[in-house]
């Protein structure tokens, strides 16, 4: 069977507002331009997978099913917009977290754990996809890969770029204004349609 590209994007401060640890589904707000940028990446027959670092499980602050309620929330969000999302991973782990979440593990990113689960379960070709997301986590979880990794000013992107951009290693193969610029640049760039 054919293997399918995806974008994998993170979810806080990319798809929906950042508002720090969301526990509630009243604090889940998409950013505008979100349900656009995942409808053109759904319309160009590439897979739409969410991966998200979700500390707070380990933190105590929430346990894990309000993790998949809020992100239960947010593909219905999503769908009546007309976009949808193929799969949702996320990390409950850290280590300064509660057991048994405080561990060293291969999903929190910028690990690959999520991307090779997803890539597996989804039947994903990895070479052809690419990352994005508003830390500069997302861009190495990409880079690791060998994959592009695009940067989105909202969240805390325009943070990571004043506080870290002189320290990166490899700087992220696009810098955009939001979710919906970065997916259209990648839809557009011929390196990415090998």
Same mark, same amino acid.
């Given at each position: $069977?054919?293997?399918?590209?995806?974008? *994998?994007? /993170? #979810?806080?401060?990319?798809?929906?507002?950042?508002?720090?640890?969301?526990?509630?589904?009243? /604090?889940?707000?998409?950013? +505008?331009?979100?349900?656009?940028?995942i409808r053109l990446v759904n319309q160009s027959? #590439?897979?739409?997978?969410?991966?998200?670092?979700?500390?707070?499980?380990? #933190?105590?602050? *929430? /346990?894990?099913?309000?993790?998949?309620?809020?992100?239960?929330?947010?593909?219905? $969000?999503?769908?009546?917009?007309?976009a949808r999302v193929d799969g949702i991973y996320?990390?409950?782990?850290?280590?300064?977290?509660? +057991? +048994?979440?405080?561990?060293?593990?291969?999903?929190?990113?910028?690990?690959?754990? $999520?991307?090779?689960?997803?890539?597996?379960?989804?039947?994903? /070709? =990895?070479?052809?996809?690419?990352?994005? %997301? !508003?830390?500069?986590? !997302?861009? =190495?979880? %990409?880079?690791?890969?060998?994959? +592009?990794?695009?940067?989105?000013?909202?969240? *805390?992107?325009? #943070?990571?770029?004043?506080?870290?951009?002189?320290?990166?290693n490899k700087a992220p193969d696009f810098i955009?204004? !939001?979710?919906?610029? @970065?997916?259209?640049?990648?839809?557009? !760039?011929? @390196? *990415?349609?090998?």
């Amino acid at each position: $069977m054919k293997k399918t590209p995806a974008i *994998f994007i /993170d #979810r806080d401060g990319t798809i929906n507002q950042e508002v720090g640890y969301i526990g509630q589904v009243k /604090d889940l707000i998409l950013i +505008p331009g979100s349900a656009e940028a995942i409808r053109l990446v759904n319309q160009s027959g #590439r897979k739409v997978v969410v991966i998200s670092n979700q500390s707070g499980v380990a #933190r105590g602050y *929430f /346990d894990e099913q309000v993790v998949k309620t809020i992100n239960a929330a947010l593909i219905k $969000m999503l769908a009546a917009e007309q976009a949808r999302v193929d799969g949702i991973y996320y990390c409950p782990h850290h280590l300064k977290g509660y +057991p +048994p979440y405080n561990i060293e593990c291969s999903c929190r990113k910028p690990a690959s754990g $999520m991307l090779l689960q997803a890539a597996e379960e989804l039947n994903l /070709d =990895l070479t052809q996809s690419a990352v994005i %997301g !508003d830390k500069y986590t !997302d861009v =190495l979880t %990409g880079h690791r890969l060998g994959i +592009p990794g695009l940067l989105v000013r909202t969240g *805390f992107g325009e #943070r990571e770029i004043e506080k870290h951009s002189a320290t990166w290693n490899k700087a992220p193969d696009f810098i955009a204004a !939001d979710l919906l610029e @970065a997916v259209r640049w990648l839809l557009q !760039d011929k @390196a *990415f349609q090998k």
